[in-house]
Nanobody
Framework: QVQLVESGGGLVQPGGSLRLSCAASSRISYIVNMGWYRQAPGKQRDLVATMASGGTTNYADSVKGRFTISRDNAKNTVYLQMNSLKPEDTGVYYC??????????WGQGTQVTVSS
């Protein structure tokens, strides 16, 4: 059973930066898409950024120009670099990996709090 483990969350002041990591416990074959999602308190889980197998990226309008998704295939890891953080970026961040066959894999989430 593949597990995804996120790390890198924490408390940061507005304007600060964080880098989230999502490591898979083992290699996932034939990944179609991988991404980061955010769930703020009392709200639904929303897409933040995704990266297709070919490298095409997609970002929520609210994070364009500030967040960057990347991956290291050798380490089975996907990253989310978050710069110029705002209080509205606060939430639990989840990574998701979608294989060609089978169910999506989700991580357990990591808390990001942007506050002065």
């Amino acid at each position: 059973q593949v597990q995804l483990v996120e790390s890198g969350g924490g408390l940061v002041q507005p304007g600060g930066s964080l880098r989230l990591s999502c490591a898979a416990s083992s290699r996932i074959s034939y990944i179609v898409n991988m991404g980061w999602y955010r769930q703020a308190p009392g709200k639904q889980r929303d897409l933040v950024a995704t990266m297709a197998s070919g490298g095409t990226t997609n970002y929520a309008d609210s994070v364009k120009g500030r967040f960057t998704i990347s991956r290291d295939n050798a380490k089975n890891t996907v990253y989310l670099q978050m710069n110029s953080l705002k209080p509205e970026d606060t939430g639990v961040y989840y990574c998701k990996v979608s294989p060609l066959v089978g169910f999506d894999y989700w991580g357990q989430g990591t808390q990001v709090t942007v506050s002065s």
